[in-house]
């Protein structure tokens, strides 16, 4: 029984997360991710939300090319939300919401694999760690354009709060992220980004990748 990630391999794999799905994408995803993963994506997840997404046959065939590409790429698979999907591809691991199920029971279902929890309070940190989360997902940092219920932006500062309470889980920030403002993410206490727009509608996705993760990777070198 494979065991559960070390915190330091899931720090190194939060550096350059991209989250998307096919709505996201101006182009083929297949494509999207195939110059992310050359530009050096660390993490993926397999997100297919909002109006337009794809379901059914459709969504499971482009969730096994993605998984596929990234297989080869050796960059771990996360699944956001969908446990059954998770498990029926045998993904790397599943991020949750706060709304979706409880981190608890997830835990249960997938065995040791990834579990990354959302989280905007102290309070939901401290909770998603007694249920067993490898890693947070904090944001949005900034205005987002990628998720129409999102909470308003709360700025870096509950990177800080977070670190400040003792929270040492490996934390992931999302929410507008660009390579502007990367420094200052990780500066703040996260070990890494997570990108959607940012990536998905760059004119040129790999460099955009590059760019990110240079400035993410410079900015933890000096922490
Ligand atoms: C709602 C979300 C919040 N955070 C993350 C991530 F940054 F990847 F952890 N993914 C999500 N889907």
Redesign the pocket.
């Known amino acids: 029984m494979k065991e559960r990630i070390s915190p330091v391999r899931m720090r190194e794999y939060l550096r350059m997360?991209l989250?998307m799905g096919n709505v996201n994408c101006r182009t083929e995803p297949e494509m999207v991710l195939a110059e992310a993963l050359a530009g050096g994506i660390t993490l993926f997840?397999f997100?297919e939300k909002g109006t337009d997404a794809l379901s059914g046959e459709q969504m499971f065939t482009l969730a096994r090319q993605l998984q596929d590409m990234c297989r080869r790429a050796s960059v771990p698979f996360i699944v956001?939300d969908d446990v059954e999907l998770a498990l029926e591809l045998n993904a790397d691991g599943v991020?949750i919401?706060q709304d979706d199920e409880s981190a608890e029971s997830v835990r249960e279902r997938i065995g040791n694999r990834i579990l990354?929890v959302?989280a905007h309070t102290v309070e939901e940190a401290r909770r998603a760690i007694l249920h067993g989360a490898d890693?947070l997902?904090v944001?949005p940092i900034y205005p987002t354009v990628s998720?129409d219920d999102a909470k308003a932006a709360q700025g870096t500062a509950i990177l800080r709060e977070m670190r400040g309470a003792g929270i040492e889980l490996p934390i992931?920030g999302?929410g507008g992220i660009t390579a502007d403002r990367a420094e200052e993410v990780i500066r703040a206490g996260a070990n890494g980004v997570?990108v959607i727009s940012a990536v998905t509608q760059a004119e040129r996705v790999r460099s955009a990748v590059e760019g990110i993760a240079a400035t993410v990777n410079q900015a933890v070198v000096r922490l």
């Open positions: 997360y989250v997840q997100r956001n991020h919401g990354g959302s890693y997902g944001g998720k992931v999302i997570a």
